[in-house]
Each structure stands twice: as structure tokens, then as C-alpha cells.
């Protein structure tokens, strides 16, 4: 079964707004409108029997409600094929509480987004979030490296990264974009061999901009070179979806270069391992 370990969507009701918002300066359109069922036929297409979501709170105020509908979500994965991680914001006063509700509601982790936030991710508010999750055995995908539609703030790139590792030292920790969206190098410099996940999102496909102009993405060389430097077993395919298509970003990790074995832990037995 092939897990899309990072997807997002949005309720009906907003989705149209939502993606309106994001891809504004982000100059591109998605592939999918951001809607559950357009994740659902997404999924389809690709042959993903699972798509975890990572909702992102932009304010504290959000956390409870994101929280809540995760949990909801997760209640029906079975059926859906969907499955949710939660949110919390770094200024949520009641992290704790949230992140203890979350575990003891099978929730498996979090996403946490210091470019949206405009927090430095070794700020001493995510280390505590972290390490609370840590205590209470959740996950934590952080966005990692620059945004497509913030450029050049590097408020959670791999110099960032390093120093949680090295504080909190929490093994479930999991940084998007092969850990560094448009700094690539300084990823496999700086998080390469330590315990530290990557994912693949939004990082292989060739992209454009509504201009036309291409998107910066990684050569199957170098991704092949990062995935073996790294080990295999500590990579997670996603897709970034609605951004991107599913089928076509398990295409270009089969594509890529890695061997039979190196796919299969991408695509399905690491999450399996991490999701249990």
C-alpha cells in the first residue's frame, strides 16, 4: 500500500478561497481544487491506499477546531482513506493539553509551519512543543527550507533544523521537502545521518510558475545521492497534494534512479513503521 505521508485539504465550503489565497504568491495553480474528494480522485489516479493530511494552524485561536476535525477524520480512515495529523501554533499557552487530547485520540502527529508562523523554528517555543510531543509519542512534520511563497525567508532551513535535533533529540521528527526546499545542499551537509526524517514533497516534480519559468527541483542524481547518504529507511514519499499529482510523484520516485528496495521503503514501509 503506497502512504502519501503529506497531503493537505480544505472543507468545501473554503476550498475554493483557501487555494485562491495560497497559490496567489505562490504563482501556481494546483493540480487538484484542494477539496477531500478531489484529494479522494487524486488517490485514485496514483494507486495511494493512504493520504495523511497536515492541517497548519496559523493562529492559536484555530488549534482546537483543526484538532477536532482531525480527530473526527481519523475515525473514518478505515473507509476514507484518509488519515489527519493535528496543529498546533507555537503561541498556544495550552500546548500540553492539546498534544496530550491529540495522542489519546490516536492522533500519530503534528505539522508545524515556521514560515506561516514567521517564528524561527529553533525558537524556544517549537523546542518545547516538540519535546512535549516527544513525552507523548507523537510525530512532528515540520515544513523544511524556503516557501514558494515567501521568498528568501529562511525561518526554518537546515541551520535552524540542526540545533532541535541536537536539543530535543526526538526520533519521530520529520522535515518536509528533503529537508530544505531550494537549499538542498545545505540539507544533505547539515541533517544527513542524523535521526531526522525527509519526505519528498514537492521536491522531484518539474514545476511551473504561471509565468512559464521552472520551478527549482532536485536532479534525480542529487535525490538518489541525499536518499543513500541519508539511509532509505529514513525518507517518506509525499506528494504535497493538492499541489502536485499523486501519480505523478510516485512515478518520479520509481524514476529516479533508487533501486526496487530503496522504492518500496519510500513509498510504503517506512510510514507503515512510523505510523504503526
Given amino acids: ?119 524561527y523554528f529553533d525558537d524556544i517555543r517549537y523546542m518545547r512543543i516538540v519535546d512535549c510531543a516527544a513525552e507523548n509519542n507523537l510525530a512532528v512534520t515540520i515544513h523544511g527550507g524556503y516557501d514558494i511563497g515567501f521568498p528568501g525567508q529562511d525561518f526554518v532551513t537546515p541551520e535552524h533544523i540542526l540545533p532541535v535535533i541536537k536539543e530535543v533529540g526526538h526520533k519521530k521528527l520529520i522535515a518536509a521537502h528533503m529537508g530544505g526546499w531550494s537549499c538542498w545542499n545545505e540539507a544533505e551537509q547539515l541533517l544527513a545521518c542524523t535521526d531526522i526524517y525527509l519526505d519528498t514533497s514537492f521536491s522531484l516534480m518539474e514545476l511551473y510558475y504561471h509565468s512559464g519559468k521552472r520551478i527549482e527541483h532536485l536532479s534525480n542524481e542529487k535525490f538518489c545521492r541525499i536518499v543513500r547518504h541519508h539511509g532509505a529507511d529514513k525518507i517518506l514519499f509525499g506528494s504535497d497534494s493538492p499541489w502536485v499529482s499523486q501519480k505523478a510523484s510516485v512515478e518520479a520516485i520509481r524514476e529516479s534512479g533508487l533501486n526496487e528496495n530503496e522504492v518500496k521503503l519510500i513509498l510504503e514501509d517506512n510510514a507503515k513503521a512510523l505510523l504503526k
Fill in 1 to 119: 500500500m503506497i502512504i502519501d505521508f503529506h497531503t493537505h485539504s480544505f472543507p468545501e465550503e473554503i476550498a475554493a478561497r483557501a487555494i485562491a489565497k495560497l497559490s496567489g504568491p505562490s504563482h501556481m495553480d494546483p493540480y487538484t481544487d484542494g477539496t477531500r474528494s478531489g484529494l479522494l480522485q487524486s488517490m485514485k489516479e496514483g494507486g495511494i491506499g493512504l493520504s495523511v493530511l497536515m492541517p497548519v494552524a496559523t493562529s492559536p485561536r484555530q488549534t482546537t477546531s483543526i484538532n477536532r476535525i482531525a480527530i473526527e477524520t481519523n475515525e473514518q480512515s478505515d473507509k476514507t482513506g484518509l488519515a489527519s495529523f493535528g496543529a498546533v501554533h507555537p503561541d498556544n499557552t495550552d500546548y500540553r493539553i492539546q498534544l496530550r487530547t491529540l495522542a489519546e485520540n490516536g492522533i500519530k502527529g503534528i505539522k508545524l509551519h515556521p514560515v506561516f508562523h514567521q517564528i
